[in-house]
């Protein structure tokens, strides 16, 4: 059989990708994910005791930002590794801009005059919170490799990673309204370290769960 005959045999019947098809099908891992991280967050772990004073706090608010920040560029990481050959460097890149404007945070208010140093980088949970980031986290990079099965990577590591980020990033999030820290130092240190295991996670995953 010649080369144009295999080529035409193989290509015959196949269709184009509906348009709308990779952001239908991450706006689901989302909400799936989401859903999922929200559930085991309120079953295993429980809302923090001063909820809605916390959500009038800035460390609140700081805590939303940095998280929400981390699993949007994972969500573009993961649309970028599901399309073969879509370049991934900018949300790489992107993601030095959270990590060192938290950094910065937790310097000033370190260096404030008569502050706790050994409080703001310990606090009272720095044993289990990056423990019980990755736990929330796994509902969302278990929707998150479902999503790239759906989608076309080729770098499977990196792919892998995206949804770790992605899940990190989302895990984090919504355990910000279980965790009481507030102190950016904190969260610099341990939010961020739960969310790079769970990258680490994704990114050994990869190549043995999204082979075609």
């Known amino acids: 059989m010649r080369t144009d005959d295999l080529i035409a045999q193989l290509s015959d019947g196949l269709e184009p990708v ?3 098809t990779v952001t239908r099908t991450l706006l689901a891992a989302l909400a799936l994910g989401l859903a ?3 559930t085991v967050m309120l079953l295993a772990m429980g809302l923090r005791p001063d909820f809605h004073a ?4 800035f460390g609140m608010w700081m805590k939303l930002a940095y998280t929400l920040a981390i699993a949007l560029l994972g969500v573009w990481l993961v649309a970028r590794a599901g399309r073969p ?5 900018k ?3 992107l993601l030095a801009a959270p990590v060192l404007a938290i950094a910065l945070l937790a310097g000033l208010q370190m260096a404030a005059p008569g502050a706790d140093m050994p409080g703001q980088v310990i606090g009272h949970s720095s044993r289990i919170c990056a423990f019980l980031v990755i736990l929330t986290a796994l509902p969302s990079l278990v929707a998150g490799f479902w999503a ?4 076309a990577p080729t770098r499977l590591g990196l792919a892998g990673a995206g949804a770790g980020l992605l899940a990190g990033g989302m895990g984090a999030f919504v355990y910000c309204f279980h965790c009481q820290e507030g102190a950016a130092a904190f969260v610099a240190i341990w939010y ?3 969310i790079a295991l769970t990258t680490g996670i994704g990114g050994f995953l990869g ?6």
């Open 18 to 20: 509906k348009a709308g």
């Open 36 to 38: 999922g991280s929200v």
């Open 54 to 57: 916390a959500m009038a706090s």
């Open 85 to 89: 050959g879509a370049d991934m460097a």
């Open 91 to 93: 949300p790489i890149l």
């Open 148 to 151: 790239l099965r759906r989608l």
């Open 192 to 194: 961020t370290l739960g």
């Open 207 to 212: 190549p043995r769960l999204l082979r075609w």
